[in-house]
């Protein structure tokens, strides 16, 4: 099964760096700082998989920013999505993000690959994007950013 992963996340408490337009009165937005009480993560992160088979998204929120350990815990929870619908490879397409390239990371996909194929399971294969192809990647977006500040819908 041949799989997009990325990720995204964003803090609770930062603005966001974008341009957006009202009709009514300006906004004012203000800079938000943590209360002490406040336990809950500073960041929110969403990683997803499209699914090139299906064109659907498996779609997983989690606390906190992406690091190795929770990529490693998406891995498995897609892996054992894939082994309950019979797919005995993942061949996932993702980028150069540190927690992918991490050594953590890539341990842990050695040992699901061996765990896989003496147990059977998902096998994972991962396809980098090569660095110089990334921004490329990025035209469609500046597109799109270019006509909403132009003001189409």
């Known amino acids: 099964m041949l799989g997009f992963q990325d990720e995204v996340w964003w803090s609770r408490f930062a603005r966001p760096s974008l341009k957006a337009w009202s009709a009514g009165p300006a906004l004012r937005l203000q800079q938000l700082s943590a209360d002490p009480q406040d336990t809950e993560p500073k960041a929110l992160s969403c990683y997803g998989l499209l699914r090139a088979d299906t064109g659907r998204m498996l779609l997983r929120f989690v606390r906190g920013r992406p690091v190795s350990q929770v990529t490693e ?13 019979g797919k005995k490879a993942l061949l996932m397409i993702w980028d ?22 003496a147990e059977g399971g998902v096998r994972i294969v991962t396809c980098r994007l090569p660095p110089a192809e990334q921004e490329p990647l990025a035209e ?9 500040q132009a003001g189409d819908p």
């Open 73 to 85: 815990d998406f891995l498995s929870w897609v892996c054992e999505r894939l082994a309950s619908e």
């Open 96 to 117: 150069n993000a540190s927690w992918h390239v991490s050594q953590r990371v890539r341990a842990w996909i050695g040992a699901h690959n061996r765990r896989a194929k």
């Open 140 to 148: 469609p977006d500046r597109a799109l950013l270019g006509a909403r």
